[in-house]
């Protein structure tokens, strides 16, 4: 049922597309959405894990038109920005950041690598075991991922778990790190550790950390670099690192996006 909705929302968002030329108002998403819940009430109902109705479905019907109208939208525009001014002036130097160690940040699109039936069967893979067919498609789908993570403005967190949500499971992430960055994940870790020094030196210069971690263990040597890193880049460490009070808090943190949680450690983002 879900991907008969996301087919029919396809279908028309390229519509609207088509007839507005390119501009689709939010009120015209507002009115469509309306208008697929009117003509198709059981297939747009909200329904919880147990089938119980809790709601008619117009909000979450026209927040998935308005998602989809800005993902195609916003792929249209960065095909055709001219290549010696690829992004607006005042995105570049956030971009040159987000592109520092990449070393495969947009590869050129082969449009007969990736077809409709390869993104169905990722966004229903085994997400566990993540076998060879799934990894094949991952690298033949990867340009088409880079795509939809670069496209500006950036995707929202609900049109990735619907476009492509085996980038928000543990094994889609390391598989992606390692295309994008040319390395493993794990290599990261030890890295992070051997040059910590560094990092150390260059935060309390910085007066970013009052004192130089001395005898400390591996993980809060990670989150103590971490702290300096997105410091340097204007980020926020929690979007990567939760501390939480109780265990049974974990699911609920992490059931959105992804993220390192912590029973332990009072992390300072100041």
């Known amino acids: 049922c879900r991907q008969s909705i996301k087919d029919m929302i ?33 297939i747009f109902q909200d329904r919880d894990d147990d089938g119980t109705v809790i709601g008619d479905g117009a909000i979450t019907t026209y927040n998935q038109v308005k998602e989809r109208i800005k993902y195609v939208t916003a792929s249209r525009k960065r095909l055709q920005r001219p290549k010696n001014n690829p992004i607006p002036v005042n995105k570049r130097r956030k971009m040159m950041n987000l592109k520092s160690g990449c070393v495969s940040w947009q590869p050129e699109i082969q449009n007969n690598l990736t077809n409709d039936d390869m993104e169905n069967y990722l966004r229903t893979a085994d997400f566990e075991t993540f076998d060879e067919i799934t990894q094949d498609m991952m690298n033949k789908s990867y340009p088409k991922q880079r795509l939809f993570l670069n496209s500006l403005p950036p995707p929202s967190l609900q049109s990735i778990k619907e476009t492509w949500p085996i980038l928000l499971c543990k094994n889609g992430i390391y598989f992606h790190y390692q295309k994008l960055m040319g390395h493993s994940i794990n290599n990261l870790t030890d890295t992070l550790i051997a ?28 989150v103590t670099v971490l702290q300096i890193i997105v410091k340097y880049f204007q980020e926020t460490l929690t979007v990567l690192y939760c501390n939480i009070r ?17 029973l332990q450690s009072a992390v300072d983002d100041d």
């Open 10 to 42: 396809h279908l028309v968002t390229d519509e609207m597309l088509e007839v507005a030329e390119g501009f689709v108002p939010n009120t015209a998403c507002k009115i469509i959405a309306r208008k697929l819940v009117d003509k198709f009430p059981k």
């Open 246 to 262: 109780d265990e049974s808090d974990i699911e609920s943190t992490t059931t959105n996006a992804p993220a390192i949680a912590c």
């Open 195 to 222: 040059k910590s020094n560094k990092f150390f030196t260059f935060g309390l210069n910085k007066k970013w950390i009052k004192e130089i971690p001395v005898d400390r263990e591996e993980d809060e040597v990670i």
